[in-house]
């Protein structure tokens, strides 16, 4: 049982770049979900998923895409990378959204220059 | 919208002090879900606790402590005699019906010799 895993660990992007951040869960989960975390504020919500097809937006979703197309992946898409975008990426899951607790993946490190 | 404050942005202690870390959250749902979560240095997020709000029962597990509180809507963690170990960042969240999960900014506890 791996939990949940993410691709890259550290990604270093220029500005305009396009990227997938990946995330995989084993655990057969409903819920996932993607955070941002930054110095001093904690991790911020950015889009989640209640099951495959159903995606919707979190807190700061502009510049961000994902999709779910089976329980098992939900990818991160940045469109067009910015320096603004510099941040630690963490996966989530979850059996019942909000109800369980989630269970984080190890986290993507990405710069944007 | 609901919103998680931990006021104390750092605490710093020597070994085997008790300290308590503070968390006050807002919302306006009456079923939600309040969580800690601990991110020591390596960086990955581990879950502590989970709390619903019908149950306002304090809950030990060794060393650590939790007090809940409805009427001034806080969620109170306590590290009894602490260890060097324990050094990491706190964070406090808080899910409601909408299934997202809100974390505070958190706290770095830093404990020494």
């Known amino acids: 049982n791996a939990g949940v895993t993410q691709t890259p660990k550290f990604q270093v992007l220029k500005t305009g770049q396009s990227m997938t951040l990946q995330c995989a869960q084993d655990m057969n989960h409903e819920y996932m979900s993607w955070y941002r975390q930054d110095p001093g504020m904690g991790l911020r919500l950015i889009h989640y998923s209640v099951g495959a097809g159903i995606t919707d937006q979190g807190e700061v979703p502009n510049g961000y895409n994902v999709s779910r197309s089976t329980t098992e992946d939900f990818p991160l898409r940045l469109l067009s990378a910015a320096p603004s975008q510099t941040s630690v990426y963490f996966c989530?899951?979850?059996?019942?959204?909000?109800?369980?607790?989630?269970?984080f993946g190890p986290g993507t490190r990405l710069t944007v220059t | 919208a609901q919103k998680v404050t931990q006021a104390q942005t750092e605490i710093s202690v020597v070994e085997k002090e008790d300290v308590t870390l503070d968390c006050v959250y807002e919302?306006?749902?009456?079923?939600?879900?309040l969580f800690w979560y601990k991110q020591p240095p390596s960086g990955e997020l581990v879950f502590l606790i989970r709390?619903?709000?019908?149950?306002?029962q304090n809950e030990i597990s060794g060393r650590y402590s939790w007090n809940f509180q409805k009427s001034t809507s806080s969620f109170n963690f306590t590290i009894t005699a602490s260890q060097v170990v324990d050094s990491a960042v706190y964070f406090c969240?808080?899910?409601?019906?909408?299934?997202?999960?809100?974390f505070g900014t958190g706290t770095r506890l830093q404990v020494t010799l």
């Open positions: 709390r619903n709000s019908f149950d306002e």
């Open positions: 919302t306006r749902d009456t079923t939600y879900y």
């Open positions: 989530a899951s979850s059996p019942l959204p909000g109800r369980y607790e989630q269970y």
């Open positions: 969240a808080l899910s409601g019906t909408a299934s997202k999960l809100t």
